[in-house]
């Protein structure tokens, strides 16, 4: 059997892996991941199985349920506490979902988020290219440009906690024109995480991994000198400055062993105006244990 | 026409490619969390699709002008050593006057993220 | 004779994505076994996103695949025998390069997502001004051919190989085939700061076609630089076809390498860098060529 065969060959292929990390664990899944046996994927879309580590406390809970949903059929949801070895029992789960084995159902209700009060050929609703809900979410409407006045579209979503390149647990409101941040409120601080997660060598992997450099991230995850070119000057002096430290600085203190700075940054303040990529260097230049302590934003009034 | 040939039997073979691979697998079918754009948990208030803020555009303007200058530079690449010296003075006052026109850009901050 | 050039192309982007896989692989420490991870990406479903564009996410990577297959029939696998034999190879190469830019647009526009919908622009604004250096690269090759088909480009290398004649062309060629190939130090577009950019709400066998599209792009621009700088198909004893594949080998290679070991910047800042430094060094490179090919 052709299909058979095709199974087999992807089985023994690295488990495509997408993490959601509790509090207290992440350290633990970083090491875990390092595994060739894994391949921690950057989306739930490209994964066969949702490894949940640790305990995710109730206010995470609905986040979960979103990101179980968002893998592919068939899906399977692993639980992990950080005791023992769970990558034999991971390969097994993905020999069997490789063979097309049992799923798991949708958690959330299958209904659109809002009503879909689309009228018009293509549901648009509303005036011409404004207004109405079509398929259940409105469109995006003009705002304000903090850079150079445009007034365009401005995006607002709220990311996390389980975002990849985000901390653990760290819930981000942001509002986006094009790719620059105009505004970002903290919803939820990232869970606690012990001192094992903020340790220099998995700080710089992480800062790695966000320019380019997994290889180079696994490297110096294991305790290897880092082999890249330009890893510190690709970082532009003066971002995200703080304590009198810039981003760059971090990282190179991270590269020389140093543990980063203490007193958390004022996420809500130094991320507005920054490009996206810069804003992802930012956030990932403080270690877990400087951000488990950022400032919650206050709710709109 | 060899060309019209090749770019058809290409674009035939990538077709019959995707649709391989491209096959629905899953009878299940895509519900509506299943389809909700991936955010790490988070909603967004709106559709993606947007009449987005595309930060480079004093940019493209520059590399028109650049593109423009391409097309007279396909056939003087052929007769270049034909004109010799000639055809590399021209050449090189034109693209001396576009040079002036990035430092003039780059003063002004065309190549910045606006 | 059609046919059996046909043939080569097949072959050659057939061995060559399979090469670029296991290279990209070993490369990247993730141990060898292209196909095992090809077929983990054909045994899964995609995923339909909310409201997409379903049929531009269909074609996006059609239209990759299509425009690298077309961009390598101006390679000649022989002295003076390419697929497509055009006096104006190196044009049809270039607008297959700037094709590229679209397909890959189309793959971050389609799904309606914020990831790739960022992806996708921001990869327009890198990837625009790239097509600039590798233009002047392709016409510095062109002046001591004095002709724009590649066959006549890999002739007029049969002394001295364009890589040494012309020292800068290669580095600035391997800048835009990891343009294309959204590779490293240039992917704007699947970075991992955006959880995969344009690929963020896809897997399975979309994504694989995807990553085949990506691989057989590798192959062509590495193909294009090793008939542009390598001189192609010529070298002693072995046939035409086996050196143009050595040295397409060998290029990707050095693409793969150059793709893990250089750090990628932000965006912004590599705009300003395109055309601060690196056009003005083409703009030189192609100086010296033509103070040279006189």
New interface residues.
């Given amino acids: 059997m052709a299909v058979n065969w095709?199974?087999r060959?992807?089985a023994?292929?690295?488990a495509?892996v997408f993490t959601?990390i509790g509090p207290g664990i992440q350290a633990a899944v970083e090491r875990l991941c390092l595994s060739?046996a894994l391949?921690r994927?950057?989306?739930?879309?490209?994964?066969?199985i949702l490894l949940v580590a640790g305990e995710i406390p109730d206010h995470?809970q609905?986040?979960?349920?979103?990101?179980h949903?968002?893998v592919?059929?068939?899906r399977q949801t692993f639980r992990w506490d950080g005791t023992g070895d769970p990558e034999p029992a991971l390969r097994d789960l993905w020999r069997d979902l490789?063979?097309?084995g049992d799923?798991e159902t949708?958690?959330?209700?299958?209904?659109?988020?809002n009503d879909w009060c689309g009228v018009g050929p293509h549901g648009q609703g509303g005036k011409g290219m404004m207004g109405g809900t079509?398929?259940?979410?409105?469109?995006?409407?003009?705002a304000d440009?903090p850079?150079?006045g445009?007034a365009?579209?401005a995006?607002?979503?709220?990311?996390?906690?389980?975002?990849?390149?985000?901390p653990p647990g760290l819930?981000l409101e942001v509002t986006?024109?094009?790719?620059?941040i105009v505004s970002a409120e903290v919803r939820a601080a990232p869970f606690a995480q012990p001192d094992d997660a903020s340790a220099p060598d998995f700080c710089a992997a992480r800062m790695l991994?966000?320019?380019?450099?997994?290889?180079?991230a696994?490297?110096v995850a294991r305790g290897a000198r880092l082999?890249?070119?330009?890893?510190l000057?690709?970082?532009?002096e003066g971002?995200g400055r703080h304590d009198g430290q810039d981003a760059r600085g971090r990282l190179a203190g991270w590269l020389a062993g140093e543990r980063g700075p203490e007193a958390a940054p004022a996420l809500a303040t130094l991320l507005p105006g920054l490009?996206?990529?810069?804003a992802?260097?930012v956030i990932n230049s403080f270690s877990p244990a400087t951000l488990a302590h950022v400032a919650i934003s206050k709710e709109d009034a | 026409m060899t060309l019209v040939l090749v770019s058809a039997a290409s674009i035939v073979l990538a077709l019959g490619l995707s649709f391989l691979l491209m096959a629905p697998r899953h009878d299940a079918g895509t519900s509506a969390p299943m389809a909700a754009p991936f955010l790490g948990g988070g909603t967004p208030d709106t559709h993606a699709w947007q009449r987005f803020h595309f930060r480079a555009y004093t940019m493209t303007l520059v590399f028109i002008a650049f593109e423009m200058e391409m097309m007279f530079m396909y056939p003087w690449a052929v007769v270049f050593v034909e004109e010799g010296v000639k055809a590399l003075a021209e050449m090189g006052m034109f693209l001396g006057i576009l040079s002036v026109g990035i430092l003039y850009g780059w003063r002004e901050g065309v190549f910045r993220w606006q | 004779m059609i046919l059996l050039l046909a043939l080569a192309l097949v072959v050659t982007l057939l061995g060559g994505v399979l090469v670029g896989g296991w290279l990209d692989r070993v490369v990247a420490g993730r141990g060898a076994g292209p196909l095992r991870a090809a077929a983990a990406l054909a045994v899964r479903g995609s995923v339909r996103t909310e409201a997409p564009d379903d049929l531009l996410q269909r074609l996006a990577p059609i239209l990759y695949l299509a425009l690298a297959a077309v961009g390598l029939s101006v390679v000649p696998f022989a002295p003076g025998a390419a697929l497509v034999e055009s006096p104006v190879g190196i044009v049809i190469w270039g607008s297959c390069e700037a094709l590229t830019i679209i397909a890959v647009f189309l793959h971050g526009w389609s799904p309606n997502a914020p990831f790739p919908l960022i992806g996708a622009y921001r990869y327009v604004a890198i990837a625009l001004p790239v097509m600039l250096p590798s233009m002047f690269v392709l016409i510095a090759a062109a002046l001591p051919a004095e002709s724009l088909s590649l066959s006549a480009i890999v002739e007029s290398q049969r002394d001295i190989w364009n890589v040494v004649r012309q020292p800068l062309g290669l580095p600035l060629f391997v800048m835009v085939g990891l343009t294309l190939t959204l590779r490293g130090p240039m992917d704007y577009a699947d970075a991992a700061d955006m959880a995969g950019g344009t690929s963020a709400e896809e897997g399975g066998g979309a994504r694989l076609a995807w990553e085949i599209a990506r691989l057989a792009m590798l192959v062509s621009v590495s193909a294009v630089a090793a008939a542009v700088f390598l001189g192609g198909p010529l070298g002693p004893v072995l046939p035409g076809p086996v050196w143009l594949w050595f040295k397409t080998a060998a290029v990707m290679a050095l693409i793969v390498l150059a793709g893990t070991s250089v750090t990628r910047t932000t965006p912004s800042r590599m705009l300003g860098l395109i055309w601060t430094i690196v056009l003005p060094l083409s703009f030189l490179h192609l100086g010296i060529a033509g103070v040279l090919a006189l």
């Fill in positions: 095709l199974a060959l992807a023994a292929a690295p495509p959601c060739p391949d994927v950057a989306t739930p879309r490209a994964a066969a995470a609905e986040a979960l349920d979103r990101v949903d968002q592919p059929h068939p490789a063979a097309g799923t949708d958690r959330r209700p299958d209904a659109p988020p079509p398929y259940g979410r409105p469109m995006a409407m003009t440009d850079r150079d445009l365009l579209d995006y607002t979503a709220r990311l996390g906690p389980f975002v990849p390149m985000l819930v986006l024109q094009g790719d620059v991994r966000l320019v380019g450099l997994p290889r180079d696994d490297r082999r890249a070119i330009t890893a000057r690709a970082i532009p971002l490009e996206w990529s810069e992802m260097l």
